[in-house]
């Protein structure tokens, strides 16, 4: 029973039992119902409404027990299906002197007995509560036979329903203790599963903002002309230093949040104007506005991968030049990189190549987004991110480890 806690898993078992042995023992009222009315229309001179009022006091206390579910309950039910089960057997052995049909209306009354289940919290105890219906349920109807001066019956289908419920109360008990020694394991695996899930996806966002910000500052150190280091490629070190040695990005919010009005924007702005103060002419097309409508780690993710993008264009393109275009369609909110540079084939791009793949790709595919790139030898490059708005919010309520494994 995996997703049950262990130490519930017995009672769980025998609760459900117990309310299938419950639906039982009404169908079988109803059954000895149905075969004494039927065996009235065949032989109208047998009067059948005496035993058939014995029936009703004992469904209502199976309602009664089905509500409460306790000892009390139970012992009451007992003590009514008794008297029920004598009055019964009086208005049969009086009226159907047929020896089966008698045998099986007799059966029937006594099988709600066998399936008190008693209050159901121990398998065992279902079967010492069923054990203690049948012998009243026998005992009651001996009494009301012999009172009538007829020959005690049988009543096979009693006991075969009592065989029945105790060989199904050990198997479900044993079943039980094997999932109790089972379950933890599984348990235990799946929790390993999802911390390593949180692992993993923390290491390839560690790895993406390394890439982001060291290695592209050490690539513009190496390219920067001879003298002291620029002022704004100083203060962007600085403050990417100070992101990595810091925990939030660590630590995402437990719910995904939206960013504060205005900030999606003015952290676009910024991150395109840090890009063209590194030599790089950004022409801005479209609406960045549909960047606010993104949660707080889908905007930040989207803003990464599109400064990735950018960078990419500085080192790799062979042109000063790129449009960042912003689209909005009402579902999702599209960006697209395009330059005119040298192009590439994607294919042939070595594995550890992390530009693309770690910081694009694999980036927006956390946030429940989808990456499309079209380029070409000599023909330039353009990169179509895509990221659904509430996205991440499903993915959160879908699969909670899995997207704090994500590290967004």
């Known amino acids: 029973m995996l997703g049950i806690p262990t130490h519930l898993a017995p009672r769980v078992n025998a609760w459900s039992t117990v309310r299938a042995f ?25 009067r059948v409404g005496g035993a058939v009022l014995a029936l009703l006091p004992m469904l209502a206390m199976i309602a009664v027990h089905a509500q409460f579910s306790t000892w009390r309950s139970a012992v009451a039910f007992l003590i009514v299906g008794g008297i029920c089960s004598w009055w019964f057997a009086v208005s049969v052995q009086r009226e159907v002197p047929v020896e089966w049909v008698g045998s099986y209306l007799l059966s029937l009354a006594i099988i709600p007995l066998v399936l008190v289940g008693g209050a159901g919290a121990v398998a065992g105890r279902v ?20 009172q009538e001066g007829g020959t005690p019956r049988l009543l096979v289908l009693a006991w075969v329903t009592l065989g029945f419920v105790v060989a199904l109360v050990l198997f479900t008990s044993r079943s039980t203790g094997r999932s109790e020694r089972v379950q933890p394991e599984l348990l235990r695996s799946a929790r390993e599963e999802h911390v390593s899930a949180y692992r993993a996806g923390v290491e390839a966002e560690a790895a993406a903002i390394l890439h982001d910000t060291v290695l592209n500052h050490l690539g513009a150190i190496a390219l920067a002309p001879d003298g002291p280091m620029d002022e704004h490629l100083a203060r962007t070190v600085e403050a990417d230093v100070a992101m990595l040695t810091g925990k939030e990005w660590l630590a995402p919010d437990a719910q995904p949040v939206r960013p504060e009005p205005g900030a999606a924007v003015r952290a676009f702005e910024a991150m395109v104007d840090e890009h063209r ?28 991968a599109v400064g990735q993008c950018l960078a990419n264009v500085r080192k790799h393109a062979g042109t000063d030049a790129a449009e960042v275009s912003v689209f909005d369609d009402g579902r999702a909110c599209t960006v697209m990189v395009v330059d005119d540079g040298r192009g590439f084939d994607e294919a042939s791009t070595s594995p550890d190549r992390m530009g693309l793949r770690g910081s694009v790709r694999e980036r927006i595919g956390r946030v429940g987004g989808d990456v499309q790139v079209w380029s070409s030898p000599g023909s330039g490059t353009s990169v179509m991110m895509s990221v659904p708005y509430g996205s991440l919010t499903a993915a959160v309520s879908a699969t909670p480890d899995d997207e704090q494994g994500a590290g967004r």
């Open 22 to 46: 419950h639906a039982a023992a009404v169908g079988s009222l109803a059954a000895a119902a149905v075969t004494l009315l039927l065996y009235h229309l065949a032989d109208p001179g047998v």
């Open 127 to 146: 079967a010492l509560w069923s054990v203690a219906g049948f012998l009243i349920g026998r005992a009651a109807t001996f009494i009301g036979i012999v």
């Open 277 to 304: 103060a590194l030599g790089l002419d950004v022409t801005v097309t479209g609406d960045p506005g549909a960047l606010t409508r993104l949660d707080q780690r889908a905007m930040t993710a989207v803003l990464r």
